[in-house]
């Protein structure tokens, strides 16, 4: 088998994503740093080498393999919810708002990308927004509510009637 051949590509990227799943992102990254070039699977090694970073707090590099995950496949939600983690990391929230945002326009009934969307939205000192999207993850994802107490991204909003109702009210927002 060569060290091309689509068989030995695959199993690399699917031993890298193992190592992601056990948590050993240096293992990971040394298998996707191993090649330059991952033919017909530029997506996966680029998005699995930004996950990997991602794990490794190297966020700036990160973004790197990310982008490029994201040019490939411009709709794809998990590249995005790394943008948007990422992002938020490196003091870029308004990319991290915008990925998200294309995210949301993508997959509006996704419940994740809106509580994201809550906290960076309320990071950016914008707690109109922040409260509209918070509404919105909850409405889709009640369980969400349970996340609310541990977010030191709310701290802005806490002490407010409208958060402190969306934080303690078990009933939907609707």
């Known amino acids: 088998m060569s060290a091309n051949s689509p068989i030995r590509i695959h199993r690399l990227l699917d031993e890298a994503e193992g190592y992601l799943m056990l948590e050993l992102p240096e293992y990971a990254l040394r298998i996707l740093q191993s090649r330059d070039e991952w033919p017909r699977m530029a997506f996966e090694a680029s998005f699995l080498k930004g996950e990997a970073l991602r794990s490794l707090e190297r966020y700036r590099e990160a973004l790197g393999a990310l982008d490029v995950a994201a040019s490939l496949r411009p709709d794809d939600i998990g590249v995005a919810l790394a943008q948007g983690w990422c992002y938020k990391r490196t003091n870029r929230l308004a990319e991290a708002v915008d990925a998200l945002e294309r995210a ?7 419940a994740l990308i809106h509580y994201n969307l809550a906290c960076y939205w309320s990071l950016a000192a914008n707690p109109s927004r922040a409260l509209a999207e918070l509404a919105v993850a909850l409405d889709l994802d009640p369980e969400l509510r349970r996340l609310i107490a541990e977010e030191s991204d ?7 009637p409208a958060f402190e109702r969306l934080a303690n009210d078990p009933a939907p927002s609707k």
Do not use: V
């Open 154 to 160: 709310f701290n802005a909003l806490r002490g407010s």
């Open 104 to 110: 949301a326009q993508s997959e509006p009934d996704n």
